[in-house]
C-alpha cells in the first residue's frame, strides 16, 4: 500500500491550493480516503474524507464551506481543494486509508504528508 500526497506550498492567506494523493497497492475504489492535518505542537485533526462505497464526503467544521474533496477512481486519486486559506491551516497535510465517519474515523496506511504554509 503506498499513498503519495502532493501538491502543498506556501500561499497568502485567502489564496487557494489543490493537494493530491496517489494510492496504489490495493483496489483503490473500495477504499476510503481522508486528509488529516498536523500543526506544530497540536494534535492531529481530522479535515476531510470521501468514502470509496459512494463517494460521500464529510468535512471537519473548521473547513467545510472552503475545502472540498473528491476522488477519481480511474486515476487512483484523491484530491483536496483548499480556498479561502487562513493562517490556522498551515499544518502538514497526510492523505490516508481507513474508515471514513463523522466523529470515527480510522486509518491504517498514511502517506508522507505535505506542508502548507499559509502567510502574507
Known amino acids: 500500500v503506498q499513498l503519495q500526497a502532493s501538491g502543498g506550498g506556501l500561499v497568502q492567506p485567502g489564496g487557494s491550493l489543490r493537494l493530491s494523493c496517489a494510492a496504489s497497492?490495493?483496489?483503490?475504489?473500495?477504499?476510503?480516503i481522508g486528509w488529516v492535518r498536523q500543526a506544530p505542537g497540536k494534535e492531529r485533526e481530522g479535515v476531510s474524507c470521501?468514502?470509496?462505497?459512494?463517494?460521500?464526503?464529510i468535512y471537519a467544521g473548521t473547513v467545510k464551506g472552503r475545502f472540498t474533496i473528491s476522488r477519481d477512481n480511474a486515476k487512483n486519486t484523491v484530491y483536496l481543494q483548499m480556498n479561502s486559506l487562513k493562517p490556522e491551516d498551515t499544518a502538514v497535510y497526510y492523505c490516508?486509508?481507513?474508515?471514513?465517519?463523522?466523529?470515527?474515523?480510522?486509518?491504517?496506511?498514511w502517506g508522507q504528508g505535505t506542508q502548507v504554509t499559509v502567510s502574507s
Open positions: 470521501v468514502r470509496g462505497s459512494d463517494g460521500s464526503t
Open positions: 490516508a486509508r481507513g474508515f471514513c465517519a463523522v466523529n470515527a474515523a480510522s486509518w491504517d496506511n
Open positions: 497497492g490495493f483496489t483503490f475504489d473500495q477504499y476510503d
